[in-house]
C-alpha cells in the first residue's frame, strides 16, 4: 500500500503564502505527482501536477502565476508553493501519487493522500 503524505496546510490571510509538501515514503517509481483541491459539496479539482521525469507541470487556470510546483525526486516528494492567496482557495487540499506497481513493466496506479486543510481568510 502507497500512502502519499501531506504537510503545510493551516490558516492565511488574503494576499499570505503556505507552502504544501507531500512525500511517498514508499520505494517505488513514481510517474506523477499533483496536488487537487475540494470544497464540501463539489468536485475534487486539479490544481498542479508535475512528472517527476522530466518535470513537466500543469496548472490549473485559477492558479496559474500564483502557485509553483516543484519536486525533488531523491525525496520522493513534491511541494506546492501558493502565493497571493485569495479566499477562493480555502480548500482541503489533496496530494496523488501515479506510482508503477510491479516495477516499470508493470501498471501505474494512483494513492491519494488524506489531505490538508488550507483557510485563507482574515
Known amino acids: 500500500q502507497v500512502q502519499p503524505v501531506e504537510s503545510g496546510g493551516g490558516l492565511v490571510q488574503p494576499g499570505g503564502s503556505l507552502r504544501l509538501s507531500c512525500v511517498v515514503p514508499e520505494s517505488i517509481i513514481i510517474n506523477t505527482m499533483g496536488w487537487y483541491r475540494q470544497v464540501p459539496g463539489q468536485e475534487r479539482d486539479l490544481v498542479a501536477d508535475?512528472?517527476?521525469?522530466?518535470?513537466?507541470?500543469t496548472y490549473a487556470d485559477s492558479v496559474k502565476g500564483r502557485f509553483t510546483i516543484s519536486r525533488d525526486k531523491a525525496k520522493k516528494t513534491v511541494y506546492l508553493q501558493m502565493d497571493s492567496l485569495k479566499p477562493e482557495d480555502t480548500a482541503v487540499y489533496f496530494c496523488?501519487?501515479?506510482?508503477?506497481?510491479?516495477?516499470?513493466?508493470?501498471?501505474?496506479?494512483?494513492?491519494w493522500g488524506k489531505g490538508t486543510l488550507v483557510t485563507v481568510s482574515s
Open positions: 508535475i512528472t517527476m521525469v522530466p518535470g513537466i507541470t
Open positions: 496523488k501519487a501515479n506510482v508503477m506497481i510491479g516495477g516499470p513493466f508493470g501498471y501505474a496506479k494512483d494513492y
